[in-house]
């Protein structure tokens, strides 16, 4: 898969490493709102994530931009499960596991990071290339064509 998180101001980690900054497009949109809002978020708060980590933010908040953005992307999963659901997207099941193997790794780096094992590399890796460039810009491409089949009204979960 071509590259395609863009840069833009680049950044670099505490050593030395340097960081293209996440870039949302619209040509990474599905057409369904909820699920684009919550996409283009998702952009905005792992980058906020990535400056505080090379920027050597407080831990304190460190730990709260890891928090809001594992709960962001677990609500996010929950809430495309339920649209692809209505749209009786035929891979489910299996985008379901792609979810909690994302999940599970998710939390398993947190843990890396609260014992002081997890480097800024492997941190940019799992957000711009496993999270961002392979699931978000992969695996999800896949129900876009299920999604043009649901009314407007059924585009949000309950």
Known sequence: MTNQTSSTPAQRGKDGALFAKLVW?????????????????????????????????PVQEINRCIASLIEEVVQHFRDEEVILTTANFAAIDQHILLHRQLTAKAVALVVRFHSGTLNFAELYQFLAYEVVAQHMLGADREFFPCLATIPAQANAPA
């Open 25 to 57: 497009r619209t040509a990474y949109e599905c057409g369904n709102p909820v699920i684009d809002a919550q996409h283009r978020q998702l952009f905005s708060h792992a980058n906020e994530l990535l400056t505080a980590v090379s920027q050597e933010h």
